[in-house]
């Protein structure tokens, strides 16, 4: 693993956070709670993933999820080392176990989740010093953008007699 800590070092977070907000638009368009996610390795993205729990009912396919899978297929390792995940809400407590066992070790999202945040705001699972491994985390990028999206699809659902 590098020695570098790329949360201390000038880093586009705003550039791959845009690319997850994507991410999330695409999640948005199908119905899907508007979750976007981006692994970043070496400079370059390898995995990018939007939630698809509706449309493969599978209440596993989050964005974070989706993405790692795919991350570890790029890499050919399930240790996903040197990389960064950009994702579009705090993960919840799952995304957060399997950003542990995938050894993530920078983990940066947009905004918090008040009812199921398990990296800052309900639960620090990424920095539990019980477990293997822990994730450095950085909250807040682009949080407006991302807590709008969110926002406007929820509005969208109440007044569908949804969610």
């Not at 991410?23 to 993205?45: L, M, S």
């Not at 790029?74 to 579009?88: E, F, H, I, K, P």
Request: aromatic share 6%; glycine share 6%; charged share 20%.
């Amino acid at each position: 693993m590098s020695d570098i800590n790329p949360l201390s070092v000038l880093q586009p977070h705003d550039v791959w956070m845009k690319r997850a907000l994507d991410q999330a638009v695409a999640a948005y368009d199908q119905g899907e709670v508007p979750v976007g996610a981006v692994i970043v390795h070496n400079g370059r993205i390898i995995a990018e993933a939007c939630n698809q729990r509706e449309v493969l009912n599978d209440p596993t396919a989050h964005a974070e999820m989706i993405a790692i899978t795919q991350a570890a297929q790029s890499l050919g390792s399930w240790r996903l080392l040197d990389c960064t995940l950009y994702v579009t809400l705090e993960p919840c407590p799952m995304c957060a176990g399997a950003i542990v066992q995938s050894r993530i070790p920078f983990v940066v999202y947009g905004t918090a989740d008040p009812k199921g945040g398990a990296c800052d705001t309900l639960f620090n699972i990424t920095s539990d010093i019980r477990l293997n491994h822990q994730a450095a985390v950085l909250g807040g990028v682009m949080m407006e953008d991302c807590k709008a999206l969110l926002q406007q699809f929820f509005r969208e659902q109440r007044a569908l007699g949804k969610k």
